[in-house]
């Protein structure tokens, strides 16, 4: 609308300059070198604007005879750049399908229309990955790493290779070397940070961890801490108690339900004589994840105190989370070592129908201890073979008797999981004949926690017998479209670690499939 309005305002003042002078007529006389010239003052204004345009042709003439060389040069780099595009997106299309073959192709296209350039430098190295040729992989990131804008990409991608071939000094070096590029990418902080925790340099990986509080959320960094300190703190338990006193207080109040830096930190109070405080420390994070570790650390709190005493102090906090298994066991030991078989009899009968190796075991102890019955104790000791397992510390395949604050498989920072190992479980026949029953709620219905988790079968209780199935998980479905192998990724000799869960019902309801 603006346009039109100064549109018409411009034509109506040339209108009102023409009306001007025609209302205005004169003459114009021009002397020059003996030439005369006389004509109307319209015709002069007329000769002038024709000229004005036949010069500024002529100026536009040559100008374009001029630039035509350059223009040329320019339209043929825009054809190239064209044909390059198109073929780095069918490349990097072909890539993500699976095609080797046109792969390889559309990357001699690019690599001959526009060498060196860094989309045609990824997409080299993309197609040699997928083809299998490492070395040619690893001479283009080598390429890119040599270049300042492409630098990062290329030691991302030689990383990957090192980890491949099992080079874990290379790939460190090039993880240090990235972070000394960009200190803000967070793959090479992590593998650096890795490598520290897998060599025990837990003050290095505290250090690097600080240096990339901004690059991460607050609760992710507060947990990390956490995990480091208790480590940490582990690691001068033997050497430094007031180290590791003060590292283990730290990451409990990062962390106030973290087991490991709990169970740590109570036992290192009440060495000091601050029971109250220890007890604390203990109870909330009982609270929130009953563990055998809690228990044993309450139950060693007060030195010098009678077996009765201790299982009065269990038994108190078995309470806080009724039902549960952990609370039990912990009861039922406390009670064997106080002579109260009564009580651990009691403690033990809700999972009797069921029992687990601990569970087992701990009967096979009350029946030679009680009753001194071999017998039944060996009884006992035989179902314990067969039995369900108990959960453990599992990270990436791996169980371990004790909490550690990386992956000795992966070099992962915080995967240990309290929970049952995925492990072939087969059935027993039962030493008593129980009745079904459901499932005690500290085994089969407590609220999931982060160390916690529920076993890998379904164990039916019959009148007669105890039998545990194992549940084979869906197979997981292929992706239609794979994605983009991208620097990071494994390639194609990687393994794909299926992950399923599912939680099914039995027509009759009484039990649930429960299965990670």
């Known amino acids: 609308m603006i346009r039109i309005v100064l549109f018409l305002i411009v034509v109506g003042g040339l209108a009102l300059g023409i009306a001007w002078l025609a209302d205005r007529p004169g003459d114009v006389v021009i002397t020059w070198q003996g030439l005369h010239i006389e004509t109307s003052l319209m015709v002069l204004a007329a000769a002038v604007v024709a000229a004005t345009i036949a010069l500024v042709l002529l100026f536009s003439l040559v100008r374009a005879i001029v630039r035509s060389p350059a223009m040329l040069a320019r339209l043929k780099r825009h054809r190239r750049g064209v044909r390059a595009y198109e073929a780095i997106s069918n490349g990097l299309i072909a890539v993500g399908a699976g095609d080797i073959a046109a792969a390889q192709k559309h990357s001699a296209a690019v690599n001959r229309l526009a060498p060196g350039e860094p989309l045609a430098l990824l997409l080299t190295a993309q197609a040699a990955q997928l083809a299998g040729d490492r070395e040619a992989a690893e001479r283009s990131f080598r390429t890119m790493a040599s270049r300042a804008d492409t630098k990062p990409l290329g030691l991302h991608g030689l990383f990957v290779e090192a980890r491949r071939r099992n080079d874990a000094a290379g790939a460190r070096d090039y993880a240090e070397e990235a972070v000394r590029t960009a200190p803000s990418l967070g793959w090479a902080n992590r593998a650096v940070l890795e490598a520290l925790c897998r060599e025990g340099d837990w003050a290095g990986a505290l250090a690097l961890l600080e240096r990339n509080l901004h690059t991460m959320e607050r609760t ?93 102090r269990i038994e108190a906090l078995a309470k806080k989370v009724p039902g549960h298994v952990e609370g039990a066991l912990a009861t039922a030991r406390a009670a064997l070592s106080a002579q109260e078989f009564a009580k651990a009899r009691e403690a033990l009968k809700p999972y009797l129908a069921a029992p687990t190796k601990r569970i087992a075991l701990l009967m096979a102890e009350l029946e030679r201890t009680e009753r001194n019955d071999v017998g039944r104790a060996r009884e006992w000791l035989a179902r314990a073979v067969h039995a369900a397992p108990d959960p453990e510390w599992t990270a990436d395949g791996h169980v371990s008797k004790h909490w550690l604050a990386a992956s000795p498989v992966s070099g992962r920072l915080d995967v240990f999981e309290w929970r049952v190992p995925l492990t072939g479980i087969v059935g027993a026949p039962a030493i008593e004949p129980a009745p079904a029953v459901p499932a005690p709620a500290g085994i089969a219905q407590a609220a999931p926690s982060e160390n916690t988790v529920a ?7 019959t009148p007669d017998k105890i039998e545990i199935k194992d549940i084979k998980p869906e197979p997981k479905p292929q992706p239609v479209i794979p994605l983009v192998h991208a620097p990071d990724d494994p390639g194609p000799d990687a393994v794909e670690e299926d992950e399923a869960a599912q939680i099914d019902e039995e027509d009759s309801g009484s039990w649930r499939k429960m299965f990670g």
Do not use: C, M
Not at 263 to 268: D, E, K, M, V
Not at 455 to 461: D, M, Y
């Open 455 to 461: 076993p890998p079968a379904e164990v039916l209780s």
């Open 220 to 312: 992710v960094y507060r947990r990390l801490r956490a995990v480091l300190l208790t480590a940490r703190a582990h690691a001068l338990e033997d050497t430094d108690r007031g180290g590791a006193k003060a590292f283990a207080l730290e990451a409990q109040k990062l962390a106030p339900t973290l087991v490991p830096a709990a169970a740590l930190a109570g036992r290192l109070l009440a060495e000091g004589g601050q029971l109250r405080k220890a007890v604390r420390v203990i109870d909330r994070a009982w609270r929130a994840n009953p563990h055998p570790e809690l228990a044993q650390a309450y139950a060693e709190l007060r030195s010098g105190e009678s077996a009765r005493e201790k299982l009065k």
